[in-house]
């Protein structure tokens, strides 16, 4: 059974930074996409991020220049690098390999 563990996330002023990690189990990802999306409450789910197998970034207009995503094959987790944080990211974070798993998320707090 594959299965996707967040941690990371916290409570950090407007300005600081966060690195979200997703290590993934039951399965050798290096293949497969992987994403982070992100919940507010009372929003629909949002794409943040996307990685590639080997290269090739995407990123929400918002973030871009302050997320950085990336991945280590070897250790089978992905990271999401979140600088300049706003009040705006506050959100529970997701990791995602499409059509096989989702984490069960990490809470971001950014305050003002």
């Known amino acids: 059974q594959v299965q996707l563990v967040e941690s990371g996330g916290g409570l950090v002023q407007a300005g600081g930074s966060l690195r979200l990690s997703c290590a993934a189990s039951?399965?050798?990802?290096?293949?497969?996409?992987v994403a982070w999306f992100r919940q507010a409450p009372g929003k629909q789910r949002e794409l943040v991020a996307r990685i590639g197998s080997v290269y090739g970034t995407h990123y929400l207009d918002s973030v871009k220049g302050r997320f950085t995503i990336s991945r280590d094959n070897a250790k089978n987790t992905a990271y999401l690098r979140m600088n300049n944080l706003e009040p705006e990211d506050t959100a529970v974070y997701y990791c995602?390999?499409?059509?096989?798993?989702w984490g069960q998320g990490t809470q971001v707090t950014v305050s003002s």
């Open positions: 995602n390999i499409p059509d096989v798993a």
């Open positions: 039951g399965i050798s990802f290096g293949p497969y996409v």
